[in-house]
């Protein structure tokens, strides 16, 4: 009987996280768990397009390539219909080689201009200079694809098992394992309070470091476990898989994407503040970011007021662009995403 009862209860519990953790970046839905064509479907289309305006000619840096849906789009936007002379051309930056090749056979199959660059986002005031250009539309896509998030191999799921990973560069030096490993019970409290809005941290951290002095944590499906039981009955009601948070967090910091994302704005600023000398930012140029959690959106909200309030950017969106209920239908990935954009120029 009671094995009965436990059956059903994790039946249950099972569904009820895939139909409410969607709203959690590191959370597939049962329809996310099928791949969608090209392996991510890219959100706010019609948004950025509208928004971003590219016009043929113009310059584009996609920092987040991903599986090439919105790279694409730009590209076919600023390519010149007749006048070869007025092809614009999209620079993409990957730390996956795999998004990135895919990207690139993608583009070229479409006989797109396009400049694929293996490497953090960070590099292109670099770039763009070393192309002796600058840039009109700028796009950032933050987070991960569907592609890598389904593949057990990358760690990035705690639906399927496979090595305790979570690096986008699979040449990072620190995997969520080694992390785990490595840090003490109060630094993973912190970390996953801090980066995962977790309020049973310091449990979770207290069960992993008891569990890591018996054998290391190198598995996804053990660490979620591992979660679980730190949550205990609490589980039972939870409204999403009781691993989501510490998931996310440990792929923030895997990553390192808040302080990428601060880095990148911090370029942004000294882009715009040298709008009028040599600045890899054109001097009407659109920068747009999707973001898909609170702390990467407070960020950018943070970054794009300040740079309106000096008077060297404008806000197009005062609010967050949110997608359509048709298209969170269509994909529930879209759910958290949160678009913001800034044009360079007070005007
Ligand atoms: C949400 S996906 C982009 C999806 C893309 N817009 C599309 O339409 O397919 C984010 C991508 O950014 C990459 N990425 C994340 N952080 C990055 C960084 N700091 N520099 C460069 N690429 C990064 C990830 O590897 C992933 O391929």
């Given at each position: 009987m009671f094995i009965f009862i436990e059956i059903v209860y994790r039946l249950s519990a099972r569904c009820r996280w895939c139909q409410h953790n969607?709203?959690?970046?590191?959370s597939p839905t049962q329809s996310e768990q099928t791949q969608p064509e090209h392996g991510h479907d890219p959100v706010l289309m019609d948004e950025i397009l509208d928004l971003l305006a590219p016009q043929p000619g113009e310059t584009v840096v996609d920092c987040t390539v991903g599986r090439g849906g919105h790279t694409e789009a730009l590209a076919q936007a600023v390519r010149g219909e007749n006048d070869v002379t007025a092809h614009g051309l999209v620079l993409g930056f990957d730390l996956d080689p795999a998004n990135l090749d895919y990207t690139t056979k993608r583009l070229t199959e479409a006989r797109l201009n396009f400049v694929p660059v293996?490497?953090?986002?960070?590099q292109v005031q670099h770039q763009v200079r070393h192309l002796n250009t600058a840039a009109d539309v700028v796009l950032a896509d933050l987070g991960f694809s569907s592609s890598q998030m389904t593949?057990?191999?990358?760690?990035?799921?705690?639906?399927t098992d496979g090595p305790l990973d979570m690096r986008l560069?699979?040449?990072?030096?620190?995997t969520a394992a080694d992390l785990i490993a490595q840090s003490s019970e109060q630094q993973l409290a912190d970390l996953i309070f801090e980066l995962?809005?977790?309020?049973?941290s310091r449990r979770i951290a207290r069960k992993l470091v008891q569990a890591r002095a018996d054998k290391?944590?190198?598995?996804t499906l053990r660490l979620a476990e591992l979660v679980r039981k730190a949550y205990g009955s609490r589980a039972r009601t939870s409204?999403?898989?009781?691993?989501t948070r510490t998931f996310m967090a440990l792929r923030i910091a895997v990553n390192d994407e808040l302080g990428a994302l601060r880095s990148f704005l911090d370029m942004v600023t000294r882009g715009a503040e040298q709008v009028e000398g040599d600045?890899?930012?054109?001097?009407r140029a659109r920068i747009g970011i999707i973001s898909f959690h609170s702390l990467e959106d407070r960020i950018v909200k943070h970054s794009f007021a300040d740079l309106e309030k000096r008077g060297l950017a404008k806000r197009l969106t005062k609010k967050p662009v949110t997608p359509t209920t048709e298209e969170t239908y269509r994909n529930?990935?879209?759910?958290?995403a949160k678009l913001r954009i800034i044009r360079i120029g007070s005007d």
């Open positions: 969607s709203h959690m970046t590191d293996l490497g953090s986002f960070l593949d057990p191999q990358r760690g990035l799921s705690f639906m560069d699979p040449t990072a030096p620190l995962g809005e977790e309020p049973l290391p944590i190198l598995s409204r999403m898989h009781p691993a600045s890899w930012l054109g001097r529930p990935r879209a759910r958290s």
